[in-house]
T-cell receptor
Framework: AQSVTQLGSHVSVSEGALVLLRCNYSSSVPPYLFWYVQYPNQGLQLLLKYTSAATLVKGINGFEAEFKKSETSFHLTKPSAHMSDAAEYFCAVSSRVGTGNQFYFGTGTSLTVIP | EPEVTQTPSHQVTQMGQEVILRCVPISNHLYFYWYRQILGQKVEFLVSFYNNEISEKSEIFDDQFSVERPDGSNFTLKIRSTKLEDSAMYFC????????????FGDGTRLSIL
């Protein structure tokens, strides 16, 4: 079974500061991992994905995430926060087996950027 | 860039009524999904659909729910005899292939049951 834990339901950073959003996964098989962003009244937009190639994955809007198997983590980072980064961020894990391919989402982290 | 579109954006329905939520997935995608997000909670998987049949469903997806791809472009979620607790945001998603492919989400339909 797969699951995702996102530590910190709310994160506040100053504009220009480092963004770190934490995600730990549990999976009985090598996982596929994804980060999505959700702006108010919108759907989920893919930020980046890990599918067993490079462990450091670069995404859109300057975000990146590093897959660390030993820590079962896939934390999302951005060197310098921008006001437009304020949104809800979701980590998701997918199984490599079966044909259903459901995503298991974390509870989300709301990012606030302080001017 | 192609996108998943969902209609309506907001649906208000009396308890006990049936609702149909509509989705147009990205045209070359083969896998289709429905998720729901109750206010303040996480996104939950409902069902996945491939090759004109359900490939996986969660415990939430009971006999009250059904999905259909009626015409090769639309993908619908029907909820029969709606209950107050069905109030949520419902997201449709599609992907090209299997589990290593990202799922592309629509903007959702907000379902309010009165």
């Amino acid at each position: 079974a797969q699951s995702v834990t996102q530590l910190g339901s709310h994160v506040s950073v100053s504009e220009g500061a480092l963004v770190l959003l934490r995600c730990n996964y549990s999976s009985s098989v090598p996982p596929y991992l994804f980060w999505y962003v959700q702006y108010p009244n919108q759907g989920l937009q893919l930020l980046l994905k890990y599918t067993s190639a490079a462990t450091l994955v670069k995404g859109i809007n300057g975000f990146e995430a590093e897959f660390k198997k030993s820590e079962t983590s896939f934390h999302l980072t951005k060197p310098s926060a921008h006001m437009s980064d304020a949104a809800e961020y979701f980590c998701a894990v997918s199984s490599r087996v079966g044909t259903g391919n459901q995503f298991y989402f974390g509870t989300g982290t709301s990012l606030t950027v302080i001017p | 860039e192609p996108e998943v579109t969902q209609t309506p954006s907001h649906q208000v329905t009396q308890m006990g009524q049936e609702v149909i939520l509509r989705c147009v997935p990205i045209s070359n995608h083969l896998y289709f999904y429905w998720y729901r997000q109750i206010l303040g909670q996480k996104v939950e998987f409902l069902v996945s659909f491939y090759n004109n049949e359900i490939s996986e469903k969660s415990e939430i997806f009971d006999d009250q729910f059904s999905v259909e791809r009626p015409d090769g472009s639309n993908f619908t979620l029907k909820i029969r005899s709606t209950k107050l607790e069905d109030s949520a945001m419902y997201f449709c998603a599609s992907s090209e292939q299997g589990s290593n492919q990202p799922q592309h989400f629509g903007d959702g339909t907000r379902l309010s049951i009165l």
